[in-house]
């Protein structure tokens, strides 16, 4: 099982980027998923996460210019970053939280996997004129 990120690159001030993750492996469940983020000198911090429910959460610095979308069924969640600012840049991570899945191809009782926090690579974004 592995979280891959996609996206990321140069933006100007103002403008739009999307993140997106794929979950890919034989994957049961996960209870949230999402992304934080770690700018220069910065420890990493949460940016938005969805659970499996539909709940969602954003750092009061993104509220009203991120939105977060999951899709459970494809094991992918994704980042629109609107209005985008210099202090959002960072090395963005994807983050699956609470996940079951199965090691191999097929599950069977004595092969359910469990993983508090799996983290895909970083992507990084950088806001700049």
């Known amino acids: 099982v592995q979280l891959q990120a996609f996206g990321g690159g140069l933006v100007q001030p103002g403008g739009s980027l999307g993140l997106s993750c794929v979950a890919s492996?034989?994957?049961?469940?996960?209870?949230?998923m999402g992304w934080y983020r770690q700018g220069p000198g910065l420890q990493r911090e949460l940016v938005a996460t969805?659970?499996?429910?539909?709940?969602?959460d954003y750092d009061d610095s993104v509220k009203g210019r991120f939105t977060i979308s999951r899709d459970i069924a494809k094991n992918t969640v994704h980042l629109q970053m609107n209005s985008l600012k210099l202090e959002d840049t960072a090395v963005y991570y994807c983050?699956?939280?609470?996940?079951?899945?199965?090691?191999?191809?097929?599950?069977?009782?004595?092969?359910?996997?469990?993983?508090?926090?799996?983290w895909g690579q970083g992507t990084l974004v950088t806001v700049s004129s």
């Open positions: 983050n699956a939280h609470q996940m079951y899945y199965c090691s191999g191809d097929r599950c069977y009782e004595d092969t359910v996997r469990y993983a508090n926090d799996m």
């Open positions: 492996g034989n994957i049961i469940s996960a209870n949230r």
């Open positions: 969805a659970t499996s429910t539909g709940d969602v």
